[in-house]
């Protein structure tokens, strides 16, 4: 494609058209105490309004020499102890966070031209809670995490359909086999932004912040 047709393609894009999306009214006023009740809220309305794959996420981090990076990760669970998600502690993003351990995740949710943004540090969960996180997923979750070596480099497509033809078999065999670097992370939330799409472009922005004396909220220009 040229670099014309690729500009041309883009002005004939939209957002946010009426038939696949519906922005709802926000009213910031009426938000709960706290990030993650307006989250499991706007989560739940995400999966009722037939947002595709409203679950995945856009993770970010900074490795050792400070360059940014990002990837589409699935949320794992959220709740009192933060927002997780899993990956081998040996990939680019395990050994980033493990140099750096703080990052920003990013859901959008274009039915409902929603986005939500959570920012903070980053630990990891004991080895049990990792691999129970892991053997509570599917076969091929367990095959994909036993074929390993997330990131490095890879000669060639035949050896990797080898590799994971044989982690598919030990996954089926042996359903409770662990996986020592596969690792889950919680990510303890100290800003939780919401963002509401308005089709005058008044965009509601209500952020949550962390303090001593629990969380504040505030509202951002769009």
């Keep these: ?29 009426t938000a709960p105490p706290t990030p993650l009740a307006l989250f499991t809220s706007w989560f739940a309305e995400a999966v009722a309004a037939g947002q595709p794959e409203p679950h995945t996420m856009s993770l970010a981090t900074v490795d050792e020499e400070g360059r940014p990076d990002v990837r589409i990760v699935m949320l794992h669970g959220a709740d009192a102890d933060g927002w997780s998600f899993a990956t081998h502690a040996t990939s680019r993003k395990g050994r980033a966070l493990s140099a750096r351990p703080y990052a920003a995740l990013a859901f959008y949710w274009p039915a409902l031209g929603r986005q939500v943004r959570v920012r903070g540090p980053v630990a990891s969960a004991p080895a049990e809670e990792s691999q129970a996180d892991l053997h509570a997923r599917s076969t091929g979750a367990l095959a994909a995490a036993l074929t390993g070596r997330q990131s490095e480099e890879l000669s060639s497509l035949a050896e990797l ?41 008044r965009h509601v922005r209500l952020e949550y912040r962390s303090t001593e004396f629990g969380w504040s909220r505030g509202l951002l220009w769009p």
């Design 161 to 201: 359909r080898e590799v994971s033809q044989a982690a598919w078999e030990r996954a089926r065999q042996h359903p409770d086999e662990p996986s020592p670097t596969w690792t889950l992370y919680r990510l303890r939330p100290q800003t939780v932004e919401f963002f509401q799409g308005d089709a005058e472009r």
């Design 1 to 29: 494609m040229a670099q014309k047709d690729l500009h041309e393609l883009l002005r004939s894009l939209r957002v946010w058209e009426p038939r696949v999306t519906h922005l709802r009214p926000f009213d910031p006023d």
